[in-house]
């Protein structure tokens, strides 16, 4: 007969269950549903062996972080030794996580199951756990569990501050929508001074300078030579500037009043307020891509990386994912419909690694295999960039560099460096690196230490001591006099 017991871990500590007639209730898996919530046969059923409580806050944060990446702690090992004189050789240790029950397993040569009826039996051990443990209220049990919660949580959102990836899809999505009313917006002014200097349009295609032009002319017919300079200066071309001030005393346009004319250069100074606000976004994702996934921005860009991330989620989604997923990312209306044509419609070859430069440059019948290797070459970057502590491009630049050689291998059949070579070649340069990055570290210290001790001694020659010190020499000063005078007192 196998006996059965099951590990709870709960936020006040660790608690081993004894489970009687384990075979029977295996057999009878509806009947234990059904009997969790009454606690008469529950605890005909289950009963305690032994309760090691967490000794103060920080150590049950440290045991749950660790259990929930499946890690056996020391105080879970020193708990099951503490009853190992309870198993038996046929003892089976009931388990919720299957990976710490592997690791249990290798570690302390238990036979581990989360299978069958033990999920239940957790169930049951959960709800009336209060009434299994001596000392032990539901209000207390909530409150432990809460506060570990909270202190769990915020530990898991305040893992690494300057590599947040929230901010890269915000800003990303916030970037597109800017484009969009950009725009929406540059057209409706385009359409609005139109009717006063059609002619303008054709001279200024570029909508950032249109704006910036209208707001300089404002009335075409007050357009002077006067004001040459300052179109000049606005569009960078002296003959441009001159074909736009002869085409405003030449012009066709209606005439227009005080007040609309106003309500024209409000928005197109509004216009142009958007446009430097797109400049300083693209600016800041740049930055913040630079922290988060530099070999991947350095791969593929930081607009097209940015729309990756997004798009999955998370950097941790994207680097999970396959590269046959990274390869049709955005592309998944598209897919869905030629997997429901069944075989009429061809499956797309790409999603967003279309906006690349490397899928423009190659070939129209190279491009889905560009593309297959583009995608190849995203997802390692992006697990490198997920799960290194420290961030570098070193990677993205060698990758890069392995789909600029495959673009040449397509045109003229030139045979590019093995991947194996090229990943050896990084990681060398990486150690290089990180070992500059310590020394700069250790001479930063000693200088400062140095800064110091120079600062300390000229402080002492020139009479000009650090407060602490002042106050130490002060006391000693102190207790001399007081012994020179109870001396002389005597």
């Known amino acids: 007969m196998s006996q059965l017991f099951i590990l709870f871990e709960h936020a006040a500590g660790y608690a081993l269950f004894r489970i009687k007639e384990f075979e029977e209730i295996g057999m009878l898996l509806p009947q234990v549903e059904q009997s969790?919530?009454?606690?008469?046969?529950?605890?005909?059923?289950?009963?305690?062996?032994?309760?090691?409580?967490?000794?103060?806050?920080?150590?049950?944060?440290?045991?749950?972080?660790?259990?929930?990446?499946?890690?056996?702690?020391?105080?879970?090992?020193?708990?099951?030794?503490?009853?190992?004189?309870?198993?038996?050789?046929?003892?089976?240790?009931?388990?919720?996580?299957?990976?710490?029950?592997?690791?249990?397993?290798?570690?302390?040569?238990?036979?581990?199951?989360?299978?069958?009826?033990?999920?239940?039996?957790?169930?049951?051990?959960?709800?009336?756990?209060?009434?299994?443990?001596?000392?032990?209220?539901?209000?207390?049990s909530t409150i432990a569990q809460l506060g570990l919660g909270h202190s769990y949580s915020r530990a898991k959102v305040k893992f690494n501050v300057n590599r947040v990836d929230n901010m890269i899809i915000q800003s990303i999505t916030l970037l597109d929508q800017l484009d969009k009313d950009i725009n929406t917006f540059s057209m409706r002014i385009r359409e609005w001074y139109s009717y006063h200097f059609p002619e303008l349009a054709k001279i200024v295609p570029e909508n950032h300078l249109y704006a910036k032009v209208a707001r300089v002319i404002q009335d075409r017919k007050e357009l002077t030579n006067d004001k040459l300079a300052a179109i000049e200066e606005v569009v960078m071309d002296s003959e441009k500037a001159k074909a736009i001030v002869n085409a405003a005393n030449s012009s066709m346009g209606m005439d227009i009043n005080e007040t609309d004319l106003k309500n024209v250069e409000q928005f197109a100074k509004r216009v142009v307020a958007l446009v430097n606000y797109r400049k300083k976004m693209s600016e800041y994702l740049t930055s913040k891509m630079e922290g988060v996934a530099p070999n991947l921005a350095t791969l593929i860009g930081d607009q097209?990386?940015?729309?990756?991330?997004?798009?999955?989620?998370?950097?941790?989604?994207?680097?999970?994912?396959?590269?046959?997923?990274?390869?049709?990312?955005?592309?998944?209306?598209a897919l869905f419909r030629a997997l429901k044509s069944r075989g009429k419609a061809n499956t797309p070859k790409y999603g967003l690694l279309f906006h690349s430069t490397f899928i423009g440059r190659a070939g129209t019948k190279n491009r889905g295999r560009i593309a297959r290797y583009l995608a190849n070459k995203c997802s390692i970057a992006s697990r490198i960039d997920c799960f290194t502590e420290t961030p570098m491009k070193i990677f993205g630049e060698k990758l890069r560099q392995q789909v600029e050689d495959r673009l040449v291998y397509f045109t003229t059949g030139k045979e590019p460096k093995k991947n194996l070579d090229v990943m050896r070649e990084a990681l060398e340069e990486t150690a290089h690196m990180l070992a500059a990055m310590e020394k700069e570290k250790k001479e930063k210290k000693k200088k400062n230490k140095k800064k110091r001790s120079e600062v300390l001694e000229n402080g002492q020659e020139n009479?000009?001591?650090?407060?602490?010190?002042?106050?130490?020499?002060?006391?000693?000063?102190?207790?001399?006099?007081?012994?020179?005078?109870?001396?002389?007192?005597?």
Do not use: W
Request: charged content about 25%; aromatic content about 4%; some cysteine.
């Open 36 to 140: 969790v919530t009454d606690l008469s046969r529950f605890r005909s059923v289950v009963s305690l062996v032994g309760f090691a409580p967490f000794k103060t806050a920080v150590v049950a944060l440290e045991n749950i972080n660790n259990i929930s990446e499946g890690i056996v702690t020391e105080d879970l090992k020193l708990f099951l030794d503490s009853c190992s004189s309870e198993f038996t050789k046929d003892t089976i240790l009931g388990v919720a996580d299957p990976k710490l029950g592997a690791n249990i397993t290798e570690t302390l040569d238990i036979k581990c199951d989360h299978l069958n009826a033990v999920p239940e039996i957790i169930r049951g051990i959960r709800y009336h756990f209060h009434n299994l443990v001596k000392g032990f209220t539901s209000q207390s």
């Open 304 to 333: 097209v990386g940015a729309r990756l991330i997004a798009h999955a989620g998370s950097l941790t989604n994207l680097a999970k994912a396959p590269a046959s997923t990274v390869q049709i990312l955005g592309a998944e209306k």
């Open 463 to 490: 009479g000009h001591i650090e407060n602490g010190e002042a106050e130490v020499d002060m006391s000693i000063q102190k207790k001399k006099k007081k012994k020179s005078k109870h001396i002389a007192n005597e």
